[in-house]
């Protein structure tokens, strides 16, 4: 009953959101298109429910074919982002395009996020479990990482560090979720990525306090208040700490 509530509300919202936004993201899109002149979308492959790929809708924040440089991490600092993009990331716009994968499907409002093929590839079994579900545009590893881009500041291995800092986390989060997951947690997730844009504080405290709440590990809710540093970590399902994304020599 509820997958097919979710799914209901996925839609009215979806369509909603579109029609709300739709000023915004047309003064966007051209600002975008006017930087280069070029398409100002960015589709690319993501893995979904049961493994299954589909293209996911952003709005552009880089340069064209900065994905064929090979990094799929991107720090603040990336020289790829473009002028408009640093806005459209700080304040996520570049999500909004998304909601047209929750009217096709592919989406959920609420989920784990989708990743690149070639990081649910080197995926524990463990972790395999976020691939049986819908991905969707928040969770709560969005609100708990929304400052990736700094995490990985400076990296000289963005897709590494990621890897070792934020993947530990943020799948441990995305695995959580799934546990528990219902309609009013749905609502608390959306609601607190909107208070997350106006105050980052505030929303790891209703984080760290519905993680808590839901009866998740103490370690998740310190997780949650990001009052600790991160350090390298494995991910759930392995003792080892990514060290390269070479398949053969990475976890069980």
Do not use: C
């Amino acid at each position: 009953m509820y997958i097919v509530f979710k799914r209901v509300f996925d839609v009215i919202a979806a369509l909603f959101g579109l029609l709300i936004f739709s000023p915004l993201l047309v003064i966007v899109i051209f600002l975008i298109w006017l930087q280069d002149f070029k398409l100002p979308f960015y589709i690319s492959n993501r893995v979904g429910k049961n493994e299954k790929n589909f293209k996911i809708i952003k709005l552009r924040s880089m340069v064209v074919e900065a994905d064929k440089q090979g990094v799929d991490s991107t720090a603040a600092n990336d020289s790829r982002i473009t002028p408009i993009g640093h806005f459209i990331r700080k304040y996520k716009l570049d999500e909004l395009s998304q909601l047209w994968n929750v009217l096709k499907g592919n989406m959920s409002l609420v989920g784990p996020r989708p990743n690149v093929k070639r990081e649910t590839d080197i995926y524990t079994i463990e972790e395999k479990k976020l691939l049986t579900v819908r991905p969707g545009i928040t969770d709560f590893a969005s609100i708990v990482f929304a400052d990736e881009g700094d995490i990985l500041f400076n990296s000289p291995n963005p897709d590494i560090s990621y890897n070792q800092l934020i993947r530990p986390g943020k799948s441990e989060l995305g695995l959580f979720y799934i546990s528990v997951q219902s309609f009013f947690l749905d609502l608390v997730i959306l609601f607190t990525t909107i208070i997350a844009i106006f105050s980052r504080k505030v929303s790891l405290k209703i984080t760290s306090y519905t993680i808590k709440k839901y009866k998740g590990k103490n370690d998740l809710v310190i997780l949650a208040s990001r009052k600790n540093m991160l350090i390298p970590s494995p991910p759930p399902g392995t003792l080892n700490i990514v060290t390269n994304r070479n398949l053969k020599n990475t976890t069980d």
